[in-house]
Structures are given as C-alpha cells and as structure tokens.
C-alpha cells in the first residue's frame, strides 16, 4: 500500500470514528423546546438558539451505596443475608392429609424485624413484626385490605420447630390466643419471656384465621421481608448553551421503579435558580413539572418549591420530570446549581402515638 493510500485510509478512518462519536451524542441529546408568545405554542428549538448536552454515565450498577454518583443508569440496592432463613414445614395426619406451617426465626437483639404473612402458603396478605424488650416479646400483625382476621394464635419456642404432630400444631391449643368480633386488621400479643442459658433466638408461630369477603383462609407468619429496591434512572448533569432569550424546555430526569419491597419515598433538596459562576447576583430563572411530555404539564414548579416536595412511588411506577429556563436580559456567563434527589425505601412505618 503506498504512501497516499496509507494517508487516505487514515482520513477516512478518523473521520467514520467522529460520525459514530456525533451520531451517538445527537442519539444522547433531549429535544428542547422554545415558547413563542405570539402563538402562545411551544416549539421545537434549532441548535443554533439553544442547545442542550447530557453527561453520559461513567457508571451504572450500585450495590449498598451512599455515595454522591451521577443519577444516570441503574441503582440497585438490597440487604446483606441476617442468617434467619424461614422454614416452611408440611406434615401429614392419620388420615395421610398434608398440614403446613411456617415460622418465624428471631433473633434476640431487640430490633424490630418484619416478617411476611402468607395465605394459601404463597399469596402475601399482610406483615408481622416482632421485637424483644426487657424480657419480654413483642409480637404484632397488620392485614393488608380487604383481609380480616376473626382469631389468632401464638406459640413462642426455644428450639426450631421443624418436626411439629398435628397434636402440637392444632391453633387452639397455642398458650396465646385471641378472637374478635367483630373481625380486626390487625393486633398485638405481649408475652414474658423465660431467659434460658445461651439462648439467643426463639421460633414464633403466628397462625391467623382471615376472610377476604366470602372467601376465608388459614395463614401464617413467615419469612423475614426483603428490603430492596432496583431504580432505573436516566438524566443527571446537564448543560445549557442558550442563544437566544427566550423560556426553554426541555426533558430533566425519568426514574423508573423496576422492582421494590417497600414504597419508594422521593424527596428533593438544595435545588435553586441557576447562579452565576464567580458570584454576582444574576441568576436564571428555572421552574420544573411532573409530566410525562410538554403537552401534559398541568403547572410549574419554582426550583426553590421543590425542595419542600414529597412523592411515594410503588413497583413499577415512573416519574417524569421536565425543566424549564428563562433567559432574558442577564449578564452572559456560566450558571450552575447542583442539587440532590433521594431515593428512599420507605421499610418502616411512620409511628403514631397512641392516646
């Protein structure tokens, strides 16, 4: 190959590797839109009066982490293993029909674990939570709606429960127990614990009698709940190039709840207009809406207002949000503001004191 076929091969290379390089940060470029007052519409922005960069993720998988990262691709976070693995225990009768039964492992270290309630041995029906405190347990169970519980039964045991007779396993001869009428959604048991040499955990059998309308079951405490959640998030550090003055918009950040144990709690904080670099008190105006695209917007919110802003988000669910800047008469320069958006899962519920 000669010299200038080496030379044109080279260009031609270099220049394939720029058009991948635009083609891919033009594929990464939201579409900004600009109002126009005179129609009172908004419309799609030429580059050459506003354009808009998105910071493309240096990362993408977290697991545990509580470090500041760019919210761009997906954040997973789950608990490390506790070692109280449930058991789920099926037995069979003198008339060979199968009973089953679960229960639940807890440690005694005074935190309150929360255990899942199992109906037909596999649809979750509500949550148990037990704790231990000063010698004594205490055990507590919330019904998800519609479901209601008529009676109740608890047994706590110091060896694991893995080879129960039908004899030991019959409800109605657990030491603890309780009815209602009429039927409840939740309730509390409140037992004295005998201490014994190295016991560290006892096994708690919580069996519930529920109805659902007409439709009634059996169902028992069971394996310790996950506290987990996967959140795909795209946006994070975006640049403005404005042009021209003018209010423009423009997509800011979507996260989607892939996957959660728990509801999702968004809060926001430090969010403000834009300042600008080096000090002054110039700033850019911003404002940003809840909505899935420009056509759906039902009001803007100042940056500042934000921050006083709660959403709840379950498994599954999406928030989308847009931004918008106004550019009038302010001195030209670089305007910045950094701000933060918390993802948290919300595994506790909020306390409320009793009268």
């Given at each position: ?7 044109i ?6 220049l394939?590797?720029l058009?991948s390089?635009?083609?891919l940060?033009l594929?990464q470029t939201?579409?900004?839109?600009r ?8 419309k799609?922005v ?6 808009i960069?998105?910071?493309?993720p ?6 545990n982490?509580?470090?500041?990262i ?6 997973v976070?789950?608990p490390?293993?506790s ?5 789920m225990?099926t ?10 039964y679960?229960?639940?492992?807890y440690?005694?270290d005074?935190?309150e674990?929360?255990?899942?309630i199992l109906?037909g041995?596999?649809?979750k ?5 037990v704790?231990s405190e000063n010698?004594?347990l205490i055990?507590s169970?919330?019904?998800?709606e ?8 608890l047994?706590?045991m110091?060896?694991e429960p893995?080879?129960?007779?039908n004899?030991?396993l019959?409800?109605g001869?657990?030491p603890?127990?309780?009815?209602y009428?009429p039927?409840v959604n939740?309730g509390?048991y ?9 016991m560290?955990?006892v096994y708690?059998?919580l069996?519930l009698s529920i109805?659902n ?5 059996t169902a028992w405490a069971?394996?310790e ?7 795909e998030?795209?946006g994070?550090?975006i640049k ?7 209010e423009y918009?423009a ?5 989607t709840?892939l996957?959660s144990s728990?509801?999702?709690t968004v809060?926001?904080s430090?969010?403000d ?5 080096g000090?002054?008190?110039?700033k850019?105006l911003v ?5 899935n695209?420009l056509?759906?917007?039902?009001s803007?919110?100042r940056a500042?207002d934000l921050n006083g802003v709660?959403?709840?988000?379950q ?6 949000m ?6 009038s008469?302010?001195?030209g ?8 958006i918390?993802?948290?899962?919300k595994?506790v519920e909020?306390?409320v004191?009793?009268?």
């Amino acid at each position: 190959m000669g010299k200038w076929s080496r030379k044109i091969l080279k260009t031609w290379l270099v220049l394939s590797l720029l058009v991948s390089f635009v083609s891919l940060t033009l594929a990464q470029t939201p579409t900004v839109y600009r109002y126009d007052s005179q129609t009172g519409l908004w419309k799609r922005v030429d580059p050459k009066e506003s354009e808009i960069a998105v910071q493309l993720p240096s990362v993408k998988d977290f697991l545990n982490s509580n470090v500041a990262i760019p919210i761009t691709g997906t954040i997973v976070l789950q608990p490390t293993q506790s070692g109280t693995t449930p058991q789920m225990v099926t037995i069979k009768g003198s008339n060979e029909q199968t009973k089953w039964y679960y229960y639940m492992t807890y440690p005694l270290d005074g935190v309150e674990k929360s255990y899942e309630i199992l109906a037909g041995q596999t649809e979750k029906v509500g949550r148990a939570k037990v704790k231990s405190e000063n010698n004594r347990l205490i055990v507590s169970f919330t019904l998800f709606e519609p479901w209601l519980a008529d009676e109740s039964h608890l047994l706590v045991m110091t060896e694991e429960p893995t080879n129960l007779s039908n004899r030991d396993l019959a409800p109605g001869s657990f030491p603890y127990k309780q009815s209602y009428s009429p039927m409840v959604n939740h309730g509390t048991y409140d037992v004295i614990l005998t201490a014994t040499p190295n016991m560290h955990a006892v096994y708690v059998l919580l069996h519930l009698s529920i109805m659902n309308g007409t439709r009634s079951e059996t169902a028992w405490a069971a394996k310790e709940e996950e506290k987990k959640m996967c959140i795909e998030v795209s946006g994070g550090k975006i640049k403005w190039y404005v042009k021209k003055p003018g209010e423009y918009v423009a997509s800011f950040l979507t996260a989607t709840i892939l996957s959660s144990s728990h509801p999702v709690t968004v809060t926001f904080s430090n969010f403000d207009d834009l300042s600008l670099e080096g000090g002054g008190e110039e700033k850019l105006l911003v404002h940003y809406a809840f909505a899935n695209d420009l056509a759906n917007v039902e009001s803007w919110i100042r940056a500042r207002d934000l921050n006083g802003v709660s959403l709840n988000l379950q498994s599954g669910e999406r928030l989308n949000m847009l931004h918008k800047v106004q550019l009038s008469v302010q001195q030209g320069g670089t305007y910045r503001n950094s701000a933060t958006i918390t993802f948290t899962l919300k595994a506790v519920e909020d306390y409320v004191e009793k009268q």
